[in-house]
Structure formats: structure tokens, C-alpha cells
T-cell receptor
Framework: SAVISQKPSRDICQRGTSLTIQCQVDSQVTMMFWYRQQPGQSLTLIATANQGSEATYESGFVIDKFPISRPNLTFSTLTVSNMSPEDSSIYLC???????????????FGSGTRLTVV | AQSVTQLGSHVSVSEGALVLLRCNYSSSVPPYLFWYVQYPNQGLQLLLKYTSAATLVKGINGFEAEFKKSETSFHLTKPSAHMSDAAEYFCAVSFSGGYNKLIFGAGTRLAVHP
């Protein structure tokens, strides 16, 4: 299965600033996904990033707040812009993955970025 | 609309006891179903996945889940709980074999006490 390196693992940021989170995959993948996990909550999909096209955002998430880049098939970034304390969450990237059996797919996740906005 | 419901936000069991975490889904098409585990301060780890090949799915760490179409359920079980099983467990669903998003349940926090 794919191995995902996500950076930074955690950060404490001042309100009004921006943070860019990086996700590097050890194999080429078509789709990458960005999720948010608010404190004590489940995961919510922010957007789907396809290489070579603009990301597709879920309801409640906008590009101005969460711009995403996908320059190639192994890398993506998510920026959290103009941060407020409400943005304090864990942000995770994910890729669709083969689980070692033909035609069997799963989703592998990065270790997450724990963001605290003060 | 597709959705996932996990019954019980907190489950507590004794070490050695049966673990049962409940998951029900709502879907108009055959789903792909997943169970993930999240240990404190860590990312998500796949426990197992239902792919329609077999209704009883065996996963890692002794966990298994049974897909019951008539009950629209995919409950996670483990015969004997270990202290190391204490974690957050998420049921998730997707609706195609590829390029589709996961919809997560709210999660169930499992506590294991001596």
C-alpha cells in the first residue's frame, strides 16, 4: 500500500496567518483527498484533488479559505488561510490505494497535521 | 443520500470480553464499507474492508466484521479485547471502486479496562 508523508505533524499558529500542509506519496496516485477532523469529531472531506485540474470542494469549504495545489501525481498541498481559532483541527490527506489484491481499493491516510490557532 | 451511523459514541469493555462496535449504513447502491482505527495522536489505520467478495471480513489485530444487507449493517467484533485496543473506531462507506470519497461515521471510542 502507499506510504504518505505529511508535514508538519503539528503547528501552533497566530490568528490571521496561513499554514501550508504538505502531503507526499511514495507512488503515483490519481486522486488525493483532504479531510478535517475537528476536536472530538469525525472526519469531514474538504476537497478532492486531481492532478492537472482544480480541486473539487465539498459543501461548506471554499477555495479562498483552503487553496489546494496538486502539481504532480505524488504531491499535494493544502493551505489554511487567514486562520481563526475555529480552524484548530487535525488535517489529514488520503489517497486511494490498492490493498495488494487486484481490483481491491482502499484509502490510506497520512499521519495528520494537528493545528492549533491562538 | 448515503450515510453512516455508528451506534454508541463510547463503548467500555473489560479486558478479555467481546468487543462489538455497531455500524449501519444507508445507501441505494451496493456500498464499499470500511473500518478504521485511530490511536491517540495518530492517523487512521485500516482495519478491514468489505468488497462484496465475502460477507464475513477478517481484518488486522483479530477484528472482523460481517456485512448484512438485510440489516444494512457492518458491525465490528473481536472475541477478546486487549488493553491495546483502546482507541477511536470509525466506520466509513464509499460507493464505487475508485475515485470516490469516504463518508465517515461519527466514531466510537472504545475503552478497555482491566
Amino acid at each position: 500500500s502507499a506510504v504518505i508523508s505529511q508535514k508538519p505533524s503539528r503547528d501552533i499558529c497566530q490568528r490571521g496567518t496561513s499554514l501550508t500542509i504538505q502531503c507526499q506519496v511514495d507512488s503515483q496516485v490519481t486522486m488525493m483527498f483532504w479531510y478535517r477532523q475537528q476536536p472530538g469529531q469525525s472526519l469531514t472531506l474538504i476537497a478532492t484533488a486531481n492532478q492537472g485540474s482544480e480541486a473539487t470542494y465539498e459543501s461548506g469549504f471554499v477555495i479562498d479559505k483552503f487553496p489546494i495545489s496538486r502539481p504532480n501525481l505524488t504531491f499535494s498541498t493544502l493551505t489554511v488561510s487567514n486562520m481563526s481559532p475555529e480552524d484548530s483541527s487535525i488535517y489529514l490527506c488520503s489517497v486511494e490505494d490498492h490493498l495488494g489484491q487486484k481490483g481491491i481499493y482502499g484509502y490510506t491516510f497520512g499521519s495528520g497535521t494537528r493545528l492549533t490557532v491562538v | 443520500a448515503q450515510s453512516v451511523t455508528q451506534l454508541g459514541s463510547h463503548v467500555s469493555v473489560s479486558e478479555g470480553a467481546l468487543v462489538l462496535l455497531r455500524c449501519n449504513y444507508s445507501s441505494s447502491v451496493p456500498p464499499y464499507l470500511f473500518w478504521y482505527v485511530q490511536y491517540p495522536n495518530q492517523g487512521l489505520q485500516l482495519l478491514l474492508k468489505y468488497t462484496s467478495a465475502a460477507t464475513l471480513v477478517k481484518g488486522i489485530n483479530g477484528f472482523e466484521a460481517e456485512f448484512k444487507k438485510s440489516e444494512t449493517s457492518f458491525h465490528l467484533t473481536k472475541p477478546s479485547a486487549h488493553m491495546s485496543d483502546a482507541a477511536e473506531y470509525f466506520c466509513a462507506v464509499s460507493f464505487s471502486g475508485g475515485y470516490n470519497k469516504l463518508i465517515f461515521g461519527a466514531g466510537t471510542r472504545l475503552a478497555v479496562h482491566p
